[in-house]
């Protein structure tokens, strides 16, 4: 096994990286008026979840995971989800105007946990066939119940609550697993090897085409942020994969130019402390919640703090890189688990 600082690979780490910036952008940039839809809205999310199935096929195993204590690798990542979901519903409490991710991201791992160490083909059709059935189930739930996105916090019942997350939510988790099996899939399948990503590159402009194809020459066929279609999951997750195989292209090459190296270490350097700026950004902007909140900046304070986010995060990152240490909340959610469930052999050197 690898080392864990010689196991990473900045093209993931960048595209993590790439993923938190767009959500800034997102929350930050200003809307106008009559807002249209930005092209950080909704696709960042996505590429952040299929990054997180990159990382959680990475820190099992890659393409080669241990046939050795499985469960506790399964349970691991349970407790961590359980971390995540209840970060998250403590986020949304907060008056920062944000649709939150962290708890679906922690539902999203408990469902997940089941596929961990599942082949490749048993990914492939799990995912395939929640592509095109999870939206059709969310369509008639809606037809029935009239329920739209609401966030937890406000739904008015457990019913309502089981609903919002799994299929009505802004990150309904049943429509949003094909995208982390995706990312499981493809780091079983040797992220390592360049044909994988080029392949990557390939069927995830391919995908991503045929999505947002189909939204625009079709005119049933909606593809917009959030609106949870196949088509949406195709154009976005297929989006999402062929930036991540680019990113690996570019940045895990024994030869790249050394100005691509530059030029990506920012990035890779705020991937790699993406929980902790997911985070702060959210409070900073709850704490700016009078001349916001998210979405309603105007230009003069929107711009501005995308920026000096943008900094605060990409400094973070390149100095908790320079001291060897791990972001402050990546490193309070690793202690936690490893607290309660301490690695165990090969496992414990895996690194993502």
Known sequence: MLPRAAARLQGVDAARGLAVLGMMAAHTWPRGAEPAELLVDGRPSVLFAVVAG???????????PPTADRGRARA???????????AGVLLWMLPSGIAIILDAYGLLFLLLVPLLFAGRAVLAATAAALLVTAPLVRDRVVDLT???????????????????????????????????????????SGLQHRRVRLLMLGLGATASLAGYGAAAVLPDVDATAHSGTTAELLGAGGLAIAIIGGALLLLDSPRKPRAVALAGAPLAALGRVALTVYVGHVVVIALLEPLGPAGLFEPAVGIPLLIVLAIAGITLGLVCDRLGRRGPLEAALGAAVDAALPRRGPSARLGA
């Open 54 to 64: 990159v990382a959680l096929g990475l820190i099992s195993g890659g393409d080669a």
């Open 146 to 188: 009239g329920l739209g996105p609401s966030g937890p916090i406000t739904a008015a019942d457990a019913g309502s609550l089981a609903l919002d997350w799994l299929l009505t939510g802004y990150y309904p988790v049943l429509l949003w697993l094909p995208l982390l099996l995706a990312g499981l899939l493809v780091a079983r």
């Open 76 to 86: 691991r990542l349970a407790l961590r989800a359980v971390l995540l979901l209840i």
